[in-house]
Protein backbone atom coordinates (compact mmCIF):
# COMPACT_ATOMS: atom_id res chain seq x y z
CA UNK A 1 0.00 0.00 0.00
CA UNK A 2 1.41 3.57 -1.10
CA UNK A 3 2.45 5.99 1.96
CA UNK A 4 -1.05 8.72 2.57
CA UNK A 5 -0.27 12.00 1.26
CA UNK A 6 0.29 12.88 5.22
CA UNK A 7 3.28 10.29 6.14
CA UNK A 8 5.00 11.10 2.54
CA UNK A 9 4.91 14.82 3.29
CA UNK A 10 6.98 13.89 6.51
CA UNK A 11 8.80 10.48 5.19
CA UNK A 12 12.74 10.38 5.07
CA UNK A 13 12.49 6.93 2.99
CA UNK A 14 15.63 5.75 1.40
CA UNK A 15 17.35 9.40 2.16
CA UNK A 16 20.67 10.08 3.83
CA UNK A 17 20.88 12.02 7.01
CA UNK A 18 24.35 13.00 8.79
CA UNK A 19 23.49 14.21 12.39
CA UNK A 20 26.28 15.45 14.59
CA UNK A 21 26.77 14.57 18.02
CA UNK A 22 23.94 12.02 17.99
CA UNK A 23 25.49 9.56 20.23
CA UNK A 24 23.30 10.77 22.80
CA UNK A 25 21.28 13.95 23.91
CA UNK A 26 19.33 15.61 21.29
CA UNK A 27 21.43 14.29 18.22
CA UNK A 28 20.59 10.59 19.21
CA UNK A 29 16.92 12.06 19.64
CA UNK A 30 16.94 13.18 16.18
CA UNK A 31 18.58 10.30 14.79
CA UNK A 32 15.71 8.10 16.35
CA UNK A 33 13.11 9.81 14.69
CA UNK A 34 14.86 10.45 11.74
CA UNK A 35 14.89 6.35 11.56
CA UNK A 36 11.81 5.96 11.98
CA UNK A 37 11.35 8.09 9.33
CA UNK A 38 13.30 6.10 6.84
CA UNK A 39 16.23 7.61 6.51
CA UNK A 40 19.64 5.90 6.86
CA UNK A 41 21.17 7.95 9.47
CA UNK A 42 24.89 8.76 9.95
CA UNK A 43 25.88 8.64 13.94
CA UNK A 44 28.70 11.28 14.75
CA UNK A 45 30.70 11.95 18.15
CA UNK A 46 34.28 12.24 18.99
CA UNK A 47 33.97 8.85 20.81
CA UNK A 48 33.81 5.67 18.26
CA UNK A 49 32.33 3.24 20.73
CA UNK A 50 29.59 5.16 21.47
CA UNK A 51 28.86 5.77 18.31
CA UNK A 52 29.11 2.13 17.10
CA UNK A 53 26.75 1.41 20.29
CA UNK A 54 24.10 4.09 19.36
CA UNK A 55 24.17 2.53 15.86
CA UNK A 56 23.90 -1.16 16.95
CA UNK A 57 20.54 -0.07 18.67
CA UNK A 58 18.89 1.56 15.58
CA UNK A 59 19.51 -0.84 13.48
CA UNK A 60 18.36 -3.62 16.52
CA UNK A 61 15.47 -1.53 16.58
CA UNK A 62 14.89 -2.28 12.52
CA UNK A 63 16.37 1.16 11.25
CA UNK A 64 19.17 2.12 9.12
CA UNK A 65 22.35 3.64 11.10
CA UNK A 66 26.14 3.88 10.24
CA UNK A 67 28.83 5.08 12.61
CA UNK A 68 30.93 7.83 11.85
CA UNK A 69 33.42 9.51 14.60
CA UNK A 70 35.22 12.94 14.41
CA UNK A 71 35.71 16.00 15.50
CA UNK A 72 34.03 18.60 13.58
CA UNK A 73 36.06 21.21 15.56
CA UNK A 74 38.55 20.93 12.72
CA UNK A 75 38.43 20.73 9.24
CA UNK A 76 40.00 17.74 8.64
CA UNK A 77 37.56 16.26 10.72
CA UNK A 78 34.43 17.48 9.35
CA UNK A 79 35.71 16.24 5.78
CA UNK A 80 36.46 13.04 7.40
CA UNK A 81 32.99 12.79 8.65
CA UNK A 82 31.37 13.80 5.49
CA UNK A 83 33.36 11.45 3.83
CA UNK A 84 33.22 8.07 5.48
CA UNK A 85 28.91 9.02 5.99
CA UNK A 86 29.23 9.21 1.98
CA UNK A 87 30.75 6.26 1.96
CA UNK A 88 28.56 4.00 3.68
CA UNK A 89 25.29 5.51 2.76
CA UNK A 90 25.89 6.81 -0.61
CA UNK A 91 23.94 9.73 -0.17
CA UNK A 92 23.36 13.00 2.16
CA UNK A 93 20.26 14.60 1.68
CA UNK A 94 19.98 15.92 4.89
CA UNK A 95 22.94 17.56 7.19
CA UNK A 96 22.01 18.41 11.06
CA UNK A 97 24.69 20.21 12.73
CA UNK A 98 23.80 19.36 16.01
CA UNK A 99 27.15 19.16 17.86
CA UNK A 100 28.11 21.96 20.53
CA UNK A 101 30.14 22.72 23.15
CA UNK A 102 30.03 24.98 26.36
CA UNK A 103 33.68 24.75 28.49
CA UNK A 104 33.31 27.97 29.89
CA UNK A 105 30.86 29.28 32.55
CA UNK A 106 30.47 33.15 33.00
CA UNK A 107 30.32 36.86 31.29
CA UNK A 108 31.60 36.52 27.61
CA UNK A 109 34.63 39.35 28.80
CA UNK A 110 35.98 37.37 31.57
CA UNK A 111 35.86 34.46 29.08
CA UNK A 112 39.41 32.25 28.67
CA UNK A 113 40.48 33.30 24.49
CA UNK A 114 41.42 29.18 24.12
CA UNK A 115 37.55 28.66 25.50
CA UNK A 116 36.14 30.88 23.21
CA UNK A 117 38.34 29.65 20.13
CA UNK A 118 36.84 26.09 20.80
CA UNK A 119 33.51 27.09 21.72
CA UNK A 120 33.86 28.75 17.83
CA UNK A 121 35.38 26.00 16.11
CA UNK A 122 32.90 23.29 17.18
CA UNK A 123 30.04 25.87 17.02
CA UNK A 124 30.00 27.82 14.36
CA UNK A 125 33.02 27.01 12.32
CA UNK A 126 32.24 23.45 12.38
CA UNK A 127 28.81 23.71 10.87
CA UNK A 128 29.86 26.09 8.22
CA UNK A 129 32.84 23.47 7.58
CA UNK A 130 29.95 20.45 7.20
CA UNK A 131 27.91 22.59 4.91
CA UNK A 132 30.82 23.49 2.82
CA UNK A 133 31.55 19.71 2.22
CA UNK A 134 28.30 18.12 2.18
CA UNK A 135 27.54 20.79 -0.44
CA UNK A 136 30.34 20.20 -2.22
CA UNK A 137 30.34 16.48 -2.48
CA UNK A 138 26.12 15.88 -2.79
CA UNK A 139 23.93 18.61 -2.38
CA UNK A 140 24.80 21.39 -4.97
CA UNK A 141 23.66 18.83 -7.54
CA UNK A 142 21.13 16.89 -5.73
CA UNK A 143 19.82 19.43 -3.33
CA UNK A 144 19.08 19.31 0.49
CA UNK A 145 18.08 20.19 3.85
CA UNK A 146 20.73 21.74 6.19
CA UNK A 147 19.74 21.94 9.98
CA UNK A 148 21.57 23.86 12.56
CA UNK A 149 20.88 23.58 16.30
CA UNK A 150 21.31 27.00 17.60
CA UNK A 151 19.90 27.74 20.96
CA UNK A 152 17.55 30.18 22.51
CA UNK A 153 20.82 31.63 23.86
CA UNK A 154 21.54 33.26 20.57
CA UNK A 155 18.38 35.24 20.61
CA UNK A 156 17.98 36.05 24.47
CA UNK A 157 21.32 35.86 26.88
CA UNK A 158 22.07 34.69 29.59
CA UNK A 159 24.73 35.92 31.69
CA UNK A 160 25.80 32.66 32.70
CA UNK A 161 26.89 31.95 29.31
CA UNK A 162 28.57 34.69 27.52
CA UNK A 163 30.95 33.34 25.21
CA UNK A 164 28.37 29.99 24.27
CA UNK A 165 25.53 33.15 24.13
CA UNK A 166 27.53 34.81 21.24
CA UNK A 167 28.19 31.52 19.25
CA UNK A 168 24.63 30.33 19.07
CA UNK A 169 23.80 34.33 17.83
CA UNK A 170 26.60 33.54 15.01
CA UNK A 171 25.19 30.23 14.27
CA UNK A 172 21.90 32.56 13.76
CA UNK A 173 23.77 34.24 11.21
CA UNK A 174 25.40 31.62 9.39
CA UNK A 175 21.72 29.91 8.92
CA UNK A 176 20.28 32.94 7.19
CA UNK A 177 23.73 33.70 5.51
CA UNK A 178 23.92 30.13 4.00
CA UNK A 179 19.97 30.07 2.79
CA UNK A 180 20.65 33.12 0.82
CA UNK A 181 23.48 31.40 -0.26
CA UNK A 182 22.52 27.78 -1.64
CA UNK A 183 18.29 28.67 -2.16
CA UNK A 184 19.02 28.60 -5.82
CA UNK A 185 20.57 25.18 -5.24
CA UNK A 186 17.26 23.83 -3.76
CA UNK A 187 19.18 23.33 -0.84
CA UNK A 188 16.97 25.14 2.03
CA UNK A 189 19.67 26.45 5.64
CA UNK A 190 17.29 26.62 8.86
CA UNK A 191 17.71 26.68 12.69
CA UNK A 192 16.45 25.21 15.61
CA UNK A 193 16.50 27.01 18.64
CA UNK A 194 15.94 24.81 21.46
CA UNK A 195 15.59 25.98 25.19
CA UNK A 196 16.32 24.22 28.37
CA UNK A 197 16.82 20.57 27.48
CA UNK A 198 17.76 17.60 30.09
CA UNK A 199 21.15 16.48 28.67
CA UNK A 200 24.24 15.91 29.54
CA UNK A 201 25.97 19.60 28.17
CA UNK A 202 22.77 21.09 30.21
CA UNK A 203 23.13 19.09 33.41
CA UNK A 204 24.48 22.39 35.35
CA UNK A 205 21.32 23.89 34.60
CA UNK A 206 18.73 21.12 35.09
CA UNK A 207 20.44 20.16 38.29
CA UNK A 208 21.15 23.21 39.67
CA UNK A 209 17.45 24.27 41.45
CA UNK A 210 18.48 28.04 41.34
CA UNK A 211 19.45 28.09 37.66
CA UNK A 212 17.01 25.80 36.67
CA UNK A 213 13.74 27.67 38.80
CA UNK A 214 15.30 31.15 37.21
CA UNK A 215 15.10 29.91 33.87
CA UNK A 216 12.11 27.61 33.59
CA UNK A 217 10.35 30.38 35.73
CA UNK A 218 11.01 32.62 32.48
CA UNK A 219 8.72 30.11 30.16
CA UNK A 220 5.29 29.69 29.40
CA UNK A 221 4.90 25.69 29.85
CA UNK A 222 7.33 26.31 33.55
CA UNK A 223 9.35 23.47 32.82
CA UNK A 224 12.55 22.01 30.83
CA UNK A 225 12.01 19.81 27.63
CA UNK A 226 12.83 15.97 27.08
CA UNK A 227 15.30 15.63 24.18
CA UNK A 228 12.91 14.24 22.05
CA UNK A 229 10.43 16.93 22.01
CA UNK A 230 13.15 18.82 19.88
CA UNK A 231 13.33 15.99 17.34
CA UNK A 232 9.85 16.75 15.58
CA UNK A 233 10.86 19.74 14.71
CA UNK A 234 14.23 18.33 13.27
CA UNK A 235 12.01 16.10 11.08
CA UNK A 236 9.78 18.89 9.87
CA UNK A 237 12.86 20.87 8.88
CA UNK A 238 14.43 17.95 7.11
CA UNK A 239 11.29 16.78 5.25
CA UNK A 240 9.36 18.08 2.34
CA UNK A 241 6.61 19.32 4.63
CA UNK A 242 8.82 22.40 5.37
CA UNK A 243 9.51 22.86 1.28
CA UNK A 244 9.37 26.02 1.36
CA UNK A 245 10.92 27.34 4.84
CA UNK A 246 14.33 28.35 4.84
CA UNK A 247 16.85 30.98 6.63
CA UNK A 248 14.28 30.39 9.38
CA UNK A 249 14.87 30.17 13.10
CA UNK A 250 12.00 27.68 15.14
CA UNK A 251 12.51 27.87 18.57
CA UNK A 252 11.11 24.92 20.56
CA UNK A 253 11.71 26.98 23.67
CA UNK A 254 8.62 26.33 26.19
CA UNK A 255 7.49 30.08 25.88
CA UNK A 256 10.99 30.95 27.06
CA UNK A 257 11.20 34.15 24.52
CA UNK A 258 7.85 35.03 24.05
N1 LIG B 1 20.58 20.85 26.25
C1 LIG B 1 20.14 22.10 26.10
O1 LIG B 1 19.49 22.68 27.01
C2 LIG B 1 20.37 22.83 24.80
C3 LIG B 1 19.66 24.02 24.58
C4 LIG B 1 19.84 24.71 23.40
C5 LIG B 1 20.71 24.21 22.43
N2 LIG B 1 21.39 23.07 22.67
C6 LIG B 1 22.30 22.59 21.62
O2 LIG B 1 21.93 21.29 21.24
C7 LIG B 1 23.08 20.61 20.70
C8 LIG B 1 23.19 19.22 21.33
O3 LIG B 1 23.46 19.37 22.72
P1 LIG B 1 22.96 18.33 23.84
O4 LIG B 1 22.36 19.15 24.89
O5 LIG B 1 22.19 17.22 23.23
O6 LIG B 1 24.38 17.82 24.37
P2 LIG B 1 24.94 16.41 24.83
O7 LIG B 1 23.88 15.53 25.37
O8 LIG B 1 26.11 16.71 25.67
O9 LIG B 1 25.41 15.75 23.44
C9 LIG B 1 26.42 16.34 22.69
C10 LIG B 1 26.79 15.40 21.55
O10 LIG B 1 27.76 16.04 20.73
C11 LIG B 1 28.94 15.24 20.67
N3 LIG B 1 30.06 16.16 20.49
C12 LIG B 1 30.51 17.10 21.34
N4 LIG B 1 31.56 17.76 20.83
C13 LIG B 1 31.77 17.24 19.60
C14 LIG B 1 32.70 17.48 18.56
N5 LIG B 1 33.64 18.41 18.68
N6 LIG B 1 32.63 16.73 17.43
C15 LIG B 1 31.68 15.78 17.28
N7 LIG B 1 30.75 15.50 18.23
C16 LIG B 1 30.81 16.22 19.37
C17 LIG B 1 28.92 14.42 21.95
O11 LIG B 1 29.67 13.21 21.90
P3 LIG B 1 31.27 13.15 22.26
O12 LIG B 1 31.42 13.78 23.60
O13 LIG B 1 31.61 11.71 22.19
O14 LIG B 1 31.93 13.92 21.17
C18 LIG B 1 27.43 14.10 22.01
O15 LIG B 1 27.09 13.07 21.10
C19 LIG B 1 24.27 21.53 20.97
O16 LIG B 1 24.57 22.27 19.81
C20 LIG B 1 23.74 22.47 22.05
O17 LIG B 1 24.41 23.72 22.04
C21 LIG B 1 21.23 22.35 23.82
Given at each position: MPPSPLAERFSLAGRGALITG????IGRAIADLFADAGAIVGINARHAEACEEAAAEINAAGGKAVAVAGHVGSAEGCEGVVRAFLEQA????VLVNNAGTNPQFGPLLDADEGAINRIWEVNVLGPVRMTRYAVSAWMRDNGGSVINMASVAGIKPEALTGAYNASKAALISVTRTLSRELGTSRIRVNAIAPGLVETRLAKVLVETPQIHDHIVGQ???GRHADPSEIAGAALFLAS???????GSVLTVDGGWTV
Open positions: SSRGGRIDTALDASSFVT
